[in-house]
């Protein structure tokens, strides 16, 4: 079964960073991303990557503050953090495929289970 596991959650006060880590198993994506959600919210897009970082896109919210990468050798993927604001806490989620595209769009195959963000 494809497995993706988020961790690097937490609390945080406003302005500071985090790092959100995203390891695949059994599973060889080609395109990989994060979402989030807050209470009461929809899910959003925050940013996705293409194999070889040839497309990367990032939601107008959080362009010049959050940056993501992935280590191919270790099937991970990463989201930095910084300069947190308290509108950022929500749960956040790694998502995965190998065909559909580099999208903000939620129609993604392969989600985590989440891990959350909190910012005061």
């Known amino acids: 079964d494809v497995q993706l596991v988020e961790s690097g959650g937490g609390s945080v006060q406003a302005g500071g960073s985090l790092r959100l880590s995203c390891v695949v198993s059994?599973?060889?994506?080609?395109?990989m991303g994060w979402f989030r959600r807050a209470p009461g919210m929809e899910r959003e897009g925050v940013a996705s990557i293409s194999d070889g970082d040839q497309n990367i896109y990032y939601a107008n919210s959080v362009k010049g503050r959050f940056t993501i990468s992935n280590d191919k050798g270790k099937n991970t993927l990463f989201l930095d953090m910084k300069n947190l604001k308290v509108e950022d806490t929500a749960t956040y989620y790694c998502?995965?495929?190998?065909?559909?595209?580099?999208?903000?769009?939620?129609?993604?195959?392969?989600w985590g289970r989440g891990t959350q963000v909190t910012v005061s």
């Open positions: 059994n599973y060889s994506p080609r395109y």
């Open positions: 998502v995965a495929e190998r065909y559909g595209g580099c999208k903000l769009l939620p129609d993604w195959r392969n």
